[in-house]
T-cell receptor
Framework: GAGVSQSPSNKVTEKGKDVELRCDPI?????LYWYRQRLGQGLEFLIY????????KSGLPSDRFSAERTGESVSTLTIQRTQQEDSAVYLC???????????????FGPGTRLTVL | TQLLEQSPQFLSIQEGENLTVYCNSS?????LQWYRQEPGEGPVLLVT?????EVKKLKRLTFQFGDARKDSSLHITAAQPGDTGLYLC???????????FGKGTLLTVNP
């Protein structure tokens, strides 16, 4: 497909279990972003990748959260020992990183809805 | 920490009415974006405003960036049920890639 895809679309897990969320960005997009959207809230920045490196991890809520990107393509967000407060929609976006031209647009995937019981 | 306050939080109107939603901050942003998000989908970019005082029109939607680049508004003329969704504003400041999002305005347009 031409857009950003994410899997799974829904994930229900038990407290304390680990989960992996996957993002497939648009081909050729060098920048990739992860956001968290809690019910009734805006998007909360988690981490940003330029290529395979993550120059900004400042938004990760705790050391239970980690992310990696390989081949300048697929990214995985891992949450270890999930807690109920981790329940949210996790959104991934990608872009061409054209910041200098101010025409950069982030294209979002449909998100993964995570429910921690 | 840069914050964006959106108002109103919820808005329910009848088809054909006009409406304005607001996005305000005490911080200056180098640019501001408006997105629309439908249930089960990610946000979709509607417009980016860059210059203070800038006005952009997208069919029945009019976007304005405040002169001081701290606030923005979205005005919809003759709203239609297809306009229903969550409208989010997001500001770029400090880091080129990092966007600060407001909590959104949930708009419902009833037929």
């Amino acid at each position: 497909g031409a857009g950003v895809s994410q899997s799974p679309s829904n994930k229900v897990t038990e407290k304390g279990k680990d989960v992996e969320l996957r993002c497939d960005p648009i081909s050729g997009h060098t920048a990739l972003y992860w956001y968290r959207q809690r019910l009734g809230q805006g998007l909360e920045f988690l981490i940003y990748f330029q290529g395979n490196s993550a120059p900004d991890k400042s938004g990760l809520p705790s050391d239970r959260f980690s992310a990696e990107r390989t081949g300048e393509s697929v990214s995985t967000l891992t949450i270890q020992r999930t807690q109920q407060e981790d329940s949210a929609v996790y959104l991934c976006a990608s872009s061409l990183a054209l910041w200098l031209e101010r025409t950069d647009t982030q294209y979002f995937g449909p998100g993964t809805r995570l429910t921690v019981l | 920490t840069q914050l964006l306050e959106q108002s109103p939080q919820f808005l329910s109107i009848q088809e054909g009415e006009n409406l304005t939603v607001y996005c305000n901050s005490s911080s200056v942003f180098s640019s501001l974006q408006w997105y629309r998000q439908e249930p089960g989908e990610g946000p979709v970019l509607l417009v980016t405003v860059v210059t203070g005082g800038e006005v952009k029109k997208l069919k029945r939607l009019t976007f304005q960036f405040g002169d001081a680049r701290k606030d923005s508004s979205l005005h919809i003329t003759a709203a239609q049920p297809g306009d229903t969704g969550l409208y989010l504003c997001a500001g770029e400041g400090g880091s080129n890639y990092k966007l600060t999002f407001g909590k959104g305005t949930l708009l419902t347009v009833n037929p």
